[in-house]
């Protein structure tokens, strides 16, 4: 939140002459994160019809001035009990609505309420609102969404709904466009008065901006400011942030690419805004309608989640054709350049329709897991036996052990008996110099942390880190130049991300429905055999993510069991006390150290563990990071 500016503009007016009117109070939560309590002031009389729940002030505390949110309005005023008024008046903030939310997600994240009021408050003070437009009746006709766009007899819930969630799984290539504008024409199908506005969540701002566009040349006003929101106007598109988007009412809620890991706060606190968003679609009881070719194990043990997908011809249709090299007995003198990708790449660079079509994307993801160790006999992987993730040298030559399980088993090559291993990495920039060379043409480069900001080079052949995808709008062919990168990684996440991964391909290369034969996704790989890629070649996840579901279940892992990552100087401190809280309530919490300051608190569910969290007191100081439902695990 920017500076509100001098508060001298602001009159602090207190009440004026006349009968004494009777004293009001409100409950304030400051923006001071390090202040866990809300404290009570008095409303002067100017105020009395501008104060209310989410309302921002400023209120003096403890010999300062300080910001603020209302949270709650005629707060208990004992008898005797002097209360400081109000500084000043800032003007806007979140509905009553958002600020319970806030609370809930404060417990729900282990984070505070402001940080969470802060991202649903504007930058500025706004003291006035434009009137919102009427949402529109019928701007698009129903005629306008293809049958094969949506689930067969599939229809948007209309407003008002409390039938819950629901989940449809969409191939890559469907125009999601569609799902929207089914929902939008329901809405605006339900009759007089004023439906409320709908929330449209999608990744990224570009994506957000795409569709804004789309959605305001066929009759739809979308909000394009934190004002307009705050009114009610009908639409409301934004990526992460647009979770918190301060409506007034809601009358459904859409999430495109529900499994898509943008929508997750990497700093402390770690929340999911598709878990915000059905939560506030919940209280409010409207329809929130997910989207995702790849349905988030974290969302199975989701209650009354009900999932529809196409046709299984459909389904198949709109996914990528997806090629899988072999790379266990391949020619070391070829590096990570496949015979196969080399005729991929000449097809490409030929062919006048693929390079309008766009460039070939190379992707090879540097930072991507642990260092990948391959017999030098028979090339096949090191893996663990118990999880199948990418075994490392981690504690002497003779052990292999297991990051994501703690599994260990001697250096020998489970498919030859070899003993000998070597280590399977290169960087992106060499990587580049060697396909310039070998294919005799420019190549750009897309990788490192001013990827996202960096200007997109002009080049028929790319290559980069996963950050590639997310910068290329239309792609002739997509090469993985070593898939188990992502496919091994030591995380119990990988599956899923390696899955989301070949979903952004697929949407840069197209159906597989395309006639040219260079629109495919090409995975170079030692594990061909591997479910996620079986999946992606017959345009069918459903088989593996019920399988990963199944052994989640099993194993009493998230979305079965609840986790929280305590890291930092601070954690010893914070992991004892939570040890004593969770004895103390009698509640089936468990902590264990993992090292070098870090410990995983486990639980059988959210409610357990959050309230724990909650309960247990925190040392003072800033050396503590709590990641409640951890990634890295």
Known sequence: MSDVGDDAAVDTLLPGSGAPA?????RVRTEVAALPKAFDYAVPDAWRESVGVGTRVRVPL??????????????????GVDFLPLKSWLGWGPPPG???????ASWRWAGPQSFFLRVASPSTVVRALPVAPAFPAAASPPAAHPASALPPGWSAPPAGDEAGATMLRLPPAADLIDLVLSVLGSVGAGGAGDPGSVLVLVPSTGWAERL??????????????????????????????????PLPRLAAAIVLDAHDAAYREESAPT???VDVVLERAR????ACVLASPIPPVSLAAQPGLATQALAPALERAGWPAVERVDRRNADPRTGLFSEEFVRLAHAVLDDAEARARGPLVCVYNRTGGARLLACRHCGELARCERCGAAAQRARDDEVLDCPRCGASRPVVCASCGRLRMKTVRAGVSRLREELAALLGTDVGEVAGAAAADATLPEAPVLIGTEAVLHRVRRAAAVCFLDIDLHLLAPRLSAPEETLGLLVRAGRLVGGRGAVA????????????????????????????????????????????????????????????AVTQQAEADGADASVSALGDDRFLVRAPSHATLCDVLARAPRP???????EVDPVSV
């Open 22 to 26: 009777a004293l009001r109070t409100v």
């Open 62 to 79: 403890q010999g300062r001035s300080v910001r603020g949110w209302v949270v709650a309005d005629d707060a208990p005023a004992p008898d």
């Open 98 to 104: 958002v600020v319970d939310v806030a609370a809930w």
């Open 212 to 245: 804004t566009a789309r959605l305001e040349r066929r009759g739809y006003p979308v909000a394009r400011n934190w004002e307009q929101a705050r009114a009610g106007w009908p639409v409301v598109v934004g990526s992460r942030a647009a979770a918190w988007a």
């Open 271 to 273: 929340y999911s805004a």
């Open 283 to 286: 209280r409010e009881g409207v």
């Open 517 to 576: 034969p260079w629109a495919r996704v090409l995975v170079q790989t030692r594990v061909p055999e591997h479910p996620v890629l079986e999946a992606a070649v017959r345009g069918d996840p459903a088989g593996v993510l019920d399988e990963e579901v199944a052994v989640r279940r099993l194993s009493v892992l998230p979305p079965f069991a609840a986790l929280a990552l305590l890291s930092g100087a601070l954690a010893p401190d914070f992991a004892h």
């Open 620 to 626: 003072p100081g800033r050396g503590l990071r709590v």
